[in-house]
């Protein structure tokens, strides 16, 4: 059974950078892609990036030239690696798993993170 834990949220000030990992235990295939989701308050969870396997990688167009999705295979980790964040990306950050039938049947406990104006 896979397990995730995301890591890395935290506060920073408009403009700045933040790192999210997620370290997966237990057995993800080639056929998996990970991914990150987020959710505001009040609001629904919104996808925000997918890595496959071999590095192709997909973005929700608000996000697009700021963050980066990249996985380490070998350590069976994802990172979202944020930057120029502005106010309107505070959320919890979601990391999760897609099978090869694209359902997403693996969450992670989220991880707060917080962009002040």
């Known amino acids: 059974q896979v397990r995730l834990v995301e890591s890395g949220g935290g506060l920073v000030q408009a403009g700045g950078s933040l790192r999210l990992s997620c370290a997966a235990s237990g057995r993800i295939f080639s056929t998996d892609s990970m991914a990150w989701f987020r959710q505001a308050p009040g609001a629904e969870r919104e996808f925000v990036a997918k890595?496959?396997?071999?590095?192709?990688?997909y973005y929700e167009d608000s996000v697009k030239g700021r963050f980066t999705i990249s996985r380490d295979n070998a350590k069976n980790t994802v990172y979202l690696q944020m930057n120029s964040l502005k106010p309107e990306d505070t959320a919890v950050y979601y990391c999760?798993?897609?099978?090869?039938?694209?359902?997403?049947?693996?969450w992670g406990q989220g991880t707060q993170v917080t962009v002040s104006s």
């Open positions: 890595i496959r396997w071999f590095g192709s990688t």
């Open positions: 999760a798993r897609q099978t090869g039938d694209l359902r997403y049947d693996t």
